[in-house]
């Protein structure tokens, strides 16, 4: 099995493929000096393998190390995914808490 992460900023969105398959999608807003990820979504055949939790960590990794924005979980496994990670808590916008 074969997986590649990217960014398409074109789209708004990250995609987890596997063996050229789109599997998993991270949608997001920009707003302003924040980003909001607004929608994870894993194709059926595809979930309950980790992959969502995979998108979410490699895309806020590329927010943490391309820019300055702030994150906003608008997605609820995006803020369940801080919860488990809370170490990551720190690139959360600050209005959040």
Same mark, same amino acid.
């Given at each position: 099995?074969?997986?590649?992460?990217?960014?398409?900023?074109?789209?708004?969105?990250?995609?987890?493929?596997?063996?050229?398959?789109?599997?998993?999608?991270?949608?997001? !807003?920009?707003?302003?000096?924040?980003?909001?990820?607004?929608?994870? /979504?894993?194709?059926? +055949?595809? #979930?309950?393998?980790? &992959?969502?939790?995979?998108?979410?960590?490699?895309?806020?990794?590329?927010?943490?190390?391309?820019?300055?924005? !702030?994150?906003?979980?608008?997605?609820?496994?995006?803020?369940?995914? /801080?919860?488990?990670? +809370?170490? #990551?808590?720190?690139? &959360?916008?600050?209005?959040?808490?």
């Amino acid at each position: 099995m074969h997986k590649q992460l990217s960014h398409e900023p074109e789209a708004r969105r990250y995609v987890l493929r596997v063996d050229g398959e789109t599997a998993s999608v991270l949608d997001y !807003r920009l707003l302003g000096d924040s980003i909001a990820f607004t929608r994870a /979504f894993t194709n059926p +055949p595809y #979930r309950g393998a980790g &992959l969502a939790g995979e998108l979410v960590a490699f895309a806020v990794d590329d927010v943490e190390a391309n820019s300055t924005r !702030r994150i906003v979980p608008s997605c609820w496994y995006v803020g369940e995914w /801080f919860d488990r990670h +809370p170490d #990551r808590r720190p690139l &959360l916008d600050a209005r959040m808490s």
